[in-house]
T-cell receptor
Framework: RKEVEQDPGPFNVPEGATVAFNCTYSNSASQSFFWYRQDCRKEPKLLMSVYSSGNEDGRFTAQLNRASQYISLLIRDSKLSDSATYLCVVTWGYTDKLIFGTGTRLQVFP | GAVVSQHPSWVICKSGTSVKIECRSLDFQATTMFWYRQFPKQSLMLMATSNEGSKATYEQGVEKDKFLINHASLTLSTLTVTSAHPEDSSFYIC?????????????FGNGTRLTVT
């Protein structure tokens, strides 16, 4: 099993749609979780941290399910500018080492 | 927000030469810096972790004599690709964090696109 797994997509959705990505991780001791956004040929940028209680930032909602070892990202009212690759990032066990998923590609069309 | 500056943004070099990439944290002290490599359509692969003032920890399969990492201060880490070959052509990205501040997320440099001819 991969350390961090994501559906690579692409997810093609119309503007205004709601889309959700899931990410599973293998190390039950992992402590920190993040979603990053990466535009083509650019560096990843932090989208949001994921907290145990779940958290929301505008149109973006992140959830953590420790029992099932997955995190999710929900994007509401998709915009064209949301088109990017979304990377799930998890710290490895009790270490600070970050493990990246391969990313889920989102394409929002008019 | 925290800023990490990486230089150069792109470099083209001939096979056999060495290339140095710098990564600087501009407004915070980076206790830990990470170096990643990303091939087209693939995710970031961690190459090594460097802590200020100590030797870098390399991931399995990464040659430490080929990819020299120096983290001389809390704001600067360098990656030197020695005797570069075409297969070293890739997108190299550094990131930095101050783990003394708890679960601090990573801040990435803007990456260096290396092309070895």
């Amino acid at each position: 099993r991969k350390e961090v797994e994501q559906d690579p997509g692409p997810f093609n959705v119309p503007e205004g749609a709601t889309v959700a990505f899931n990410c599973t991780y293998s190390n039950s001791a992992s402590q920190s979780f993040f979603w990053y956004r990466q535009d083509c040929r650019k560096e990843p940028k932090l989208l949001m941290s994921v907290y145990s209680s779940g958290n929301e930032d505008g149109r973006f909602t992140a959830q953590l399910n420790r029992a099932s070892q997955y995190i999710s990202l929900l994007i509401r009212d998709s915009k064209l500018s949301d088109s990017a690759t979304y990377l799930c990032v998890v710290t490895w066990g009790y270490t600070d080492k970050l493990i990246f998923g391969t990313g889920t590609r989102l394409q929002v069309f008019p | 927000g925290a800023v990490v500056s990486q230089h150069p943004s792109w470099v083209i070099c001939k096979s056999g030469t060495s290339v140095k990439i710098e990564c600087r944290s501009l407004d915070f002290q980076a206790t830990t810096m990470f170096w990643y490599r990303q091939f087209p359509k693939q995710s970031l692969m961690l190459m090594a972790t460097s802590n200020e003032g100590s030797k870098a920890t390399y991931e399995q399969g990464v040659e430490k004599d080929k990819f020299l990492i120096n983290h001389a201060s809390l704001t600067l880490s360098t990656l030197t690709v020695t005797s570069a070959h075409p297969e070293d052509s890739s997108f190299y990205i550094c990131s930095a964090s101050n783990f003394r501040q708890g679960n601090s997320p990573l801040h990435f440099g803007n990456g260096t696109r290396l092309t070895v001819t």
